[in-house]
Structure formats: structure tokens, C-alpha cells
């Protein structure tokens, strides 16, 4: 694109190009185009010409490589995906061989409670402190199972109350007031003594 027809002519169409516009938006640039519009001499009208060459193969590098770099990203996630979905874990790869959109996997079928039995919920094993100990022992079943669930298995509360069966209301309270019972049993009043476990 050149200025050529648009100094000798003067279009009102063509200063509304958005190229144009912006290219006239630099102040650089507008003191060429009223320099060549007070003098329309040829040395002014180069100037203006190749300022306007150069910018615009500016524009079209920067139009380029924004261009590559969309397609690239595009291409980048397709190989991502595509090696995503072949190498799938076993667990999560889906059952039915029919693409629906929420497929179900071999994940979602094993449940928390079939890999642990009873024998799991002991954390007794983990204290050292024989008063600690002793309370622990102290606690109810319930009260157990969620202090093992959240610190030996890593579960939240939304978790534990789903394993369980109780809502997140009784897990919270058991699992505070286990807490305070240990907590108590290192001397402490129950709040801010930081129990070892």
C-alpha cells in the first residue's frame, strides 16, 4: 500500500483507513503528512512515502508473526491432546467405547472404601506421646476414621463426609472436638496448643 494516490489526490475515503489513521496518530508521521500538505514538493512527498513504506511493513511482520503464533498455539494443543489420548493411564482411560461427553472411567468406579478395611484406621501408630496415646484410645470409632481419613489419607472435609456417609457439619464437629481432646491431653486448655500427632 503506498500514499502515492493518497497525497496527490487527497481522498477522504482513504485517510479513513484504519492503516492510515493510525499511521497519521504518530506525531512523527503527522508533522511529514503537514509538511507535505503545506509544501507538495517531491522531496516531501518520499519522505512521507517511505516513512509509510516502512511502517506499514511493520505492520504487516507484526500482523504475520501474531498469525504464526495463533496457529502455533492451535497446532500445540492438538499435538498435546492428541498424545494426551493415546497415552492415556489405564484409569483413566474411558469405558464405553462411544465418545459421549461425560465418558465414565475406570477411575470413577473404584471407590475410597474398597481399597481400605477396617485395619486402616489407625493413626495409633503415628503417636509418640504416651498422654496423646492414651486419649486417642480414649476417642470414639467415628471420631478416628475421620482423623485418620484427613491426615493419613489426605482427605477434606467434603471427602470424608462422602466416605462416610455424615454430612460435612458432623464431620467438622468430630473432627474438632477429637482435636481438642488430644490437644488437652498435652497440658493445654484445649486452643492454641499445636498438637503432634
Not at 7 to 13: A, L, S
Not at 45 to 70: T, V, W
Not at 135 to 148: A, D, F, G, S
Request: aromatic letters at 10%; glycine letters at 2%.
Amino acid at each position: 500500500m503506498e500514499l502515492k494516490n493518497l497525497v496527490t489526490g487527497v481522498n477522504e475515503e482513504k485517510l479513513n483507513n484504519p492503516i492510515v489513521v493510525n499511521f497519521l496518530e504518530q506525531e512523527s508521521n503527522q508533522l511529514l503528512y503537514e509538511r507535505y500538505k503545506l509544501n507538495p514538493s517531491n522531496t516531501n512527498k518520499k519522505a512521507l512515502d517511505r516513512r509509510f513504506k516502512e511502517y506499514f511493513r511493520e505492520i504487516k511482520l507484526i500482523s504475520y508473526i501474531n498469525k504464526l503464533i495463533y496457529h502455533y498455539s492451535i497446532d500445540f494443543d492438538k499435538k498435546v491432546t492428541a498424545k494426551r489420548d493415546k497415552f492415556q493411564l489405564t484409569l483413566d482411560k474411558p469405558m464405553d467405547t462411544d465418545k459421549s461427553t461425560s465418558p465414565i472411567t475406570m477411575r470413577d468406579t473404584i471407590s475410597i472404601k474398597d481399597s481400605l478395611d477396617e485395619t486402616d484406621f489407625s493413626l495409633q501408630e503415628f503417636i509418640s506421646n504416651l498422654d496423646a496415646y492414651k486419649t486417642w484410645r480414649k476417642l470414639n470409632t467415628k471420631q478416628k476414621k475421620i482423623l485418620t481419613l484427613k491426615y493419613k489419607y489426605q482427605m477434606n472435609d467434603k471427602e470424608v463426609s462422602e466416605f462416610m456417609g455424615e454430612s460435612k457439619q458432623v464431620v467438622s464437629y468430630n473432627h474438632n472436638k477429637a482435636l481438642l481432646e488430644l490437644k488437652k491431653s498435652y497440658g493445654g486448655k484445649g486452643k492454641n496448643v499445636n498438637c503432634e500427632l
